[in-house]
């Protein structure tokens, strides 16, 4: 079984300070949070930017002072959003791009998102795919829905991502895919042999669906953009004591932890400086 790849998911565009404190905003807090996180046992950070206000932007900007305080740190796998908020056009969504970074997120398909529309039509789906491979960015296929495996893989028959697909598993968001262990078992079952996942279980999906997973040799993603808990009705007190419980559990299990540069190499991707 390869070693196990954890992605903190930092901030997200949906959870606001009111509802977790610790929730790192400004890019100073952003990449602060990050060190801890590779600190603790991390090897890709999933980044979401926000304004000086607490809103969430895709400012290339913010991004680019983000990316080059969490490099001057250390060598995590930065992984910008391309979902960025339901409310962000696609032009927008698309900046973090410019920044030619290692990885970014590509979402597959249009679900429920809460009251809200997360919308991917398939010219957007495209349209990301087509920059990402341009510029040798490592797609993470973004499944809220079953549906979107099958978007992937048709991405894959037009030559727009390549093989292998790394997927990840969003799994819980109210409106979406539930959350359970069975749920998790029907998407791995439908990727094609070869590919790597993830699962960023929402809420209280986290824990299980991340237990699974390292059981399972699949792949884990916590942090505040998930679920701000860390047991019910006890906040984390940060991203990093999320990252350290899953290191704790995954040796408990036998399972060891991947570097960043282990990560590269498990995923195929090359270090960009
Ligand atoms: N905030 C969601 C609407 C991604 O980062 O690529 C979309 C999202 C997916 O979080
Ligand atoms: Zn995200």
Redesign the pocket.
């Known amino acids: 079984m390869d070693k196990l790849i954890i992605t903190a ?1 930092l901030t ?3 959870v606001m300070k009111e509802q977790q404190p610790a929730l790192p905003i400004s890019p100073e807090e952003i990449a602060s949070a990050a060190y801890e996180c590779f600190l603790s046992g991390a090897s890709i950070v ?1 980044i ?1 930017a926000r304004d000086s206000s607490g809103r ?1 932007t895709q400012s290339r900007e913010v991004y680019r002072d983000i990316m080059e305080r969490i490099r001057s740190k250390c060598d995590l796998i930065f992984q ?7 409310w ?1 056009k696609v032009e927008e ?1 698309a900046q973090p791009l410019d920044l030619d970074p290692e990885m ?4 597959t398909g249009t679900c429920n ?1 809460g009251h ?1 529309v ?1 919308f991917n039509s398939e010219e957007t789906i495209e349209y990301f795919a087509h920059k990402m491979k341009k510029r040798g960015i490592k797609p ?1 296929i ?1 499944v ?1 829905e079953r549906g979107m495996i099958e978007n992937a893989l048709r991405l894959q028959k037009k030559g727009l991502i390549e093989s292998p697909i790394h997927f990840d598993f ?1 799994l819980g ?1 109210p409106g979406a895919s539930p959350g359970n262990i069975e749920d998790l078992i029907h998407m791995v079952n439908a990727i094609p042999a070869g590919s790597t996942w993830t699962v960023a279980g929402i809420g209280r999906n986290e824990l299980p669906l991340a237990t699974f997973a390292i059981l399972l040799g699949g792949h884990v993603r916590v942090g505040f ?1 998930d679920n701000v808990y860390y047991a019910k009705g006890e906040l984390a007190l940060s991203n990093a004591q999320l990252v350290q419980r899953v290191v704790r559990i995954a040796r408990e299990l036998g399972r060891e932890v991947a570097t960043p540069s282990e990560a590269r190499a498990i995923l195929g991707i090359r270090r960009k400086d």
């Not at 910008?80 to 339901?86: C, F, K, Q, R, Y």
């Not at 970014?104 to 979402?107: E, G, N, P, V």
Request: aromatic share 10%; charged share 20%.
């Open positions: 998911a997200g565009a949906e999933h979401h969430p910008p959003s391309t979902g960025g908020a339901v962000h969504r970014a997120t590509l979402s998102f809200d997360f993470e973004e809220f969003v968001v953009e």
